[in-house]
């Protein structure tokens, strides 16, 4: 996926719905949010974290609310976009520029900025077991040096290595995310790392 340095620049390069993020564009602006990118979209934050993302995908585009779980969605429109994986992430998603009612999104995004003004936050589980997959404990037999750099790492960084070669679906996929991760392992460089201030 390609990373945009612009809003503008996402919003001209989007395949669908360009309609849709300049309309959303519009409403996040309208409010005390800072537009920025992150990870090569549009985010908008409040001293400086994260509130609201745009997203534009060939389905859909959306919000990404960071904290959506905490909303209160009495519309029912949001959506947990990766089921189990996240517990405070949440979607609005739109085909149309049609569904999209200005007021009603607003009371999302002000309530969304409003509990991070407040701090409010879903905690991650950090007593969740780490499930180490086949191909980096194979690894670790392989080299036991890099079992011991992985080891050194805190147990949030070590979960993120791990879920990233289990999240692939297929062998081959898990064992190219294995060939990335092992260098920055030996290098003490955590995966997220450089998306991290």
């Not at 990404?64 to 959506?79: P, S, T």
């Not at 517990?87 to 009612?101: G, N, V």
């Not at 936050?121 to 780490?130: E, F, L, T």
């Not at 920055?184 to 995966?191: D, S, V």
């Amino acid at each position: 996926m390609k990373r945009f340095k612009t809003v503008d620049e996402f919003i001209l390069n989007a395949v669908t719905g360009q309609d849709i993020l300049m309309i959303l564009r519009d409403l996040l602006n309208s409010t005390d949010l800072v537009e920025t990118i992150k990870w090569g979209a549009p985010a908008y934050t409040i001293n400086g974290k994260n509130v609201v993302g745009l997203g534009s995908f060939k389905s859909y585009t959306g919000l990404w609310f960071f904290q959506g779980a905490l909303l209160n969605d009495r519309k029912n429109v949001l959506v947990s976009a990766t089921d189990g994986q996240t517990r405070a992430l949440r979607q609005w998603r739109f085909q149309s520029a049609e569904e999209i009612d200005p007021d009603l999104v607003l009371k999302y995004v002000q309530e969304a900025i409003e509990n991070q003004k407040q701090n409010k936050a879903v905690k991650a589980d950090r007593d969740k077991p780490i499930v180490i997959p086949d191909e980096l404990n194979q690894a670790f037999r392989d080299n036991p040096n890099l079992k011991a750099s992985f080891q050194a790492f805190t147990r949030g960084k070590q979960r993120e290595f791990a879920d990233y070669i289990l999240e692939a679906k297929q062998e081959k996929t898990r064992q190219a995310r294995l060939q990335k991760i092992i260098p920055l392992i030996q290098q003490n460089i955590g995966l997220n790392d450089k998306y991290r201030k």
